[in-house]
């Protein structure tokens, strides 16, 4: 068994900043890629922020520069620093990561998601 629980999330105002936190436990062996996705209301699953093992990154055009995705090998985690937030940053986050079990099975595994909410 496998559990990613998201933390963090909140109602902030334009400018402003929050932290989403993602803890994974249970199960596992190894974690490749961690993610950040969200879903805006009325909108399809967007992927926000990605980062390998080895800490490579990748943004989606309009978070760069604003959002920081870092993770802690040793402790199963994975942040999302936003900064200068936007009202069309509003939507539930969502963290995710490719986990290796113990029996050596690999899979994506998701969070219940985390709303995030820019608004004056």
């Known amino acids: 068994q496998v559990q990613l629980v998201e933390s963090g999330g909140g109602l902030v105002q334009p400018g402003g900043s929050l932290r989403l936190s993602c803890a994974a436990s249970?199960?596992?062996?190894?974690?490749?890629?961690m993610k950040w996705y969200r879903r805006a209301p009325g909108e399809q699953r967007e992927l926000v922020a990605s980062?390998?093992?080895?800490?490579?990154?990748m943004y989606i055009d309009s978070v760069k520069g604003r959002f920081a995705i870092s993770r802690d090998n040793a402790k199963n985690t994975v942040d999302l620093q936003m900064n200068s937030l936007k009202p069309e940053d509003t939507a539930v986050y969502y963290c995710?990561?490719?986990?290796?079990?113990?029996?050596?099975?690999?899979?994506?595994?998701w969070g219940q998601g985390t709303q995030v909410t820019v608004s004056s």
């Open positions: 980062i390998t093992y080895v800490g490579e990154t």
């Open positions: 995710s990561a490719e986990i290796l079990t113990r029996e050596l099975l690999e899979d994506w595994y």
């Open positions: 249970g199960n596992i062996f190894s974690i490749r890629d």
